[in-house]
């Protein structure tokens, strides 16, 4: 039984306690701190950027999922590896050349991911897949937390996990928005390997005991 990987997104986060917020990150059995940036640009809102990625990536013991909704991510490569990050995941449709930016994240260090908006078919990424590191399905479209889950999203996954399997590629498939009891244990049966969950962790009276039920729900759950 494969086991799931729990990528809390820091945006729901009580960014006055962020520091408080990243050391229980550090003290629960979150695999990865899921961060998102956003532009105004690429998606409808700006969330934060480098100084915050910076100080976080100080304190946090956890490998850094960064998950850039920007236009130009290839212009931000440099500072996302100085921050820290260990992933840095791409949007398909804010990149022109895209294995020219995969290429570039991996000379710089890191782990590279494509993430793709919920009207973004698999398909598009027939001959990048078994170049990137991880898949990130959007299953809200991207710009904020607390949105529905998009259904189709459970379709997605088979897709991916189809061609996934027939390049022979090793990429990990993560699901972005909307992920809370309901719809963690379909992800998971679906093929996903990664769990974003904002609002599920950050705005339960216990996150900690969330994150621990994320990794119990894998672990129990039929593959
Ligand atoms: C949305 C972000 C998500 C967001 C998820 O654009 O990419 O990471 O934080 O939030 P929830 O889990 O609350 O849907
Ligand atoms: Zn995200």
């Known amino acids: 039984m494969k086991e799931i990987i729990v ?24 695999d990865w701190l899921h961060m998102d ?21 100080k304190v946090c013991t956890k490998p850094m999922d960064v998950h850039l909704m920007i236009v130009h991510p290839e212009n931000y490569i440099e500072q996302t590896a100085q921050a820290g990050a260990m992933l840095m995941c791409v949007h398909y449709e804010a990149c ?32 990048i897949v078994k170049d990137v590191d991880l898949v990130l399905l959007m299953s809200v479209n991207p710009g904020f937390g607390g949105q529905k889950f998009i259904e189709n999203t459970i379709e997605k996954i088979h897709r991916l996990r189809q061609l996934i399997a027939a390049t022979g590629s090793t990429a990990l498939i993560e699901v972005d928005g909307g992920v809370q009891a309901e719809t963690a244990p379909r992800l998971i049966v679906a093929g996903a390997d990664v769990l974003v969950a904002g609002n599920y962790v950050f705005k339960s009276t216990d996150p900690t005991a969330v994150i621990h039920q994320l990794k119990h729900l894998s672990s129990s759950t039929t593959l």
Request: no cysteine; hydrophobic share 45%.
């Open 7 to 30: 990528s809390p997104s820091l945006l729901a986060a009580n960014f006055l306690d962020l520091r408080q917020e990243v050391e229980m990150i550090n003290q629960s059995q979150a």
């Open 96 to 127: 022109l050349h895209l294995h020219r930016t995969v290429s570039k994240i991996h000379e710089a260090g890191m782990k590279a991911g494509v993430a793709l908006n919920p009207s973004t078919p698999v398909s598009v990424l027939e001959d």
């Open 37 to 57: 940036v956003m532009d105004g640009v690429f998606v409808p809102n700006i969330s934060f950027g480098f100084p915050v990625l910076e100080a976080v990536g």
